[in-house]
């Protein structure tokens, strides 16, 4: 078929394409049924938005379109329970100064939510021999496709040695990230996170952690973490989209404190998952009702 008569043409240049991963939560409680609310819209749209001007695509649809193609989609499938949303944009294979922009959405179980068995489930990391892609060469700032390359290396590589997980250190060799989320550990009470400059992305999850997170009591630091500072934490977890508030059991077969998920990961997954169901007034603005 000639490239221009095919809606979506096998010739599109794909690795300059870029997408966000958002999730639509059950308001009330996170494991039952029912009205959906978007978490992070505002913060998600923004990042596609500064996504594409960092690679240079062309945006054909306004942030409220967006939205509205968003609820459409969302209303179209009749979802009742929560839903992953993964808006996706490149270029035409035929005129590169325009963009496809797809809205491909699907059902998800969360990890969260009282008792739930998968919260507590073993998880055993181990750092990448790969290095985080660093910002002089690819921007792990931007949620572009071909990050995800990077990641891919570092998963197949963990799990090829029988890990679950990988996490990254960056080209400083400070800790970076993992391969689809955030890394936070926990020390003496304190919760310490890498900053942006450490070749992360600029993560919508980490940043409402960094935000709430103080309200139970527990100090942030954002900062350069060293490995051996990560080896010996008494917790770590991971956060993110698709990561939530995920427990990690052990980095290099070194396991984290006594208990396992940690009390402090526990009180933050319990209070996040509070958030995303609407439960507290004072965060029901980063929820944006289907
Ligand atoms: N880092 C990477 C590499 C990711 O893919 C993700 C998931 N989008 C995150 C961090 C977490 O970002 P967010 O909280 O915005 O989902």
């Known amino acids: ?13 794909i690795y300059l394409g870029i997408f966000e991963g958002i999730k639509a939560y059950v308001e009330g409680d996170v494991l039952s049924e029912g009205r959906l609310n978007i978490f992070g819209w505002r913060q998600h749209v923004d990042r596609l938005f500064r996504s594409a001007q960092v690679d240079g695509l062309a945006m054909p649809y306004s942030k409220v379109e967006l939205l509205e193609a968003v609820r459409e989609t969302i209303k179209a499938n009749g979802y009742r329970g929560n839903t992953y949303i993964q808006p996706r944009v490149w270029p035409k294979a035929g005129n590169q100064d325009e963009s496809h922009v797809v809205v491909p959405t699907w059902g998800f179980e969360t990890l969260l939510g009282k008792s739930n068995p998968r919260f507590g489930e073993e998880r055993r990391f181990m750092v990448s021999s790969w290095r985080r892609l660093s910002s002089d060469a690819l921007p792990p700032q931007a949620k572009s496709w071909a990050n995800y390359a990077n990641s891919a290396l570092a998963r197949r590589e963990a799990v090829r040695c029988g890990y679950d997980n990988a996490i990254f250190l960056d080209r400083r060799g400070f800790v970076s990230e993992s391969t ?10 304190r919760v310490i996170t890498p900053p942006v400059t450490a070749s992360i992305l600029e ?4 940043g409402c952690f960094i935000e709430f997170i103080p309200d139970l009591g ?4 954002v900062r350069d973490l060293t490995r051996v500072e ?11 989209t698709g990561g939530e508030c995920t427990p990690i059991a052990s980095v290099d077969d070194i396991r984290f404190g006594e208990e396992y998920p940690g009390p402090v990961t526990v009180r933050i997954a319990e209070y996040y998952s509070d958030i995303l169901a609407g439960n ?3 965060y029901k603005s980063w929820l944006t009702p289907v």
């Open 280 to 282: 507290v007034a004072e």
């Open 180 to 189: 689809g989320a955030c890394l936070m550990t926990v020390r003496d009470g």
């Open 1 to 13: 078929m000639p490239t221009g008569e095919a809606l979506v043409s096998a010739m599109e240049p």
């Open 230 to 240: 990560l080896y010996a934490s008494d917790e770590a977890f991971l956060c993110g």
């Open 218 to 221: 527990v100090p942030v630091e």
């Open 203 to 206: 993560s919508v999850t980490r």
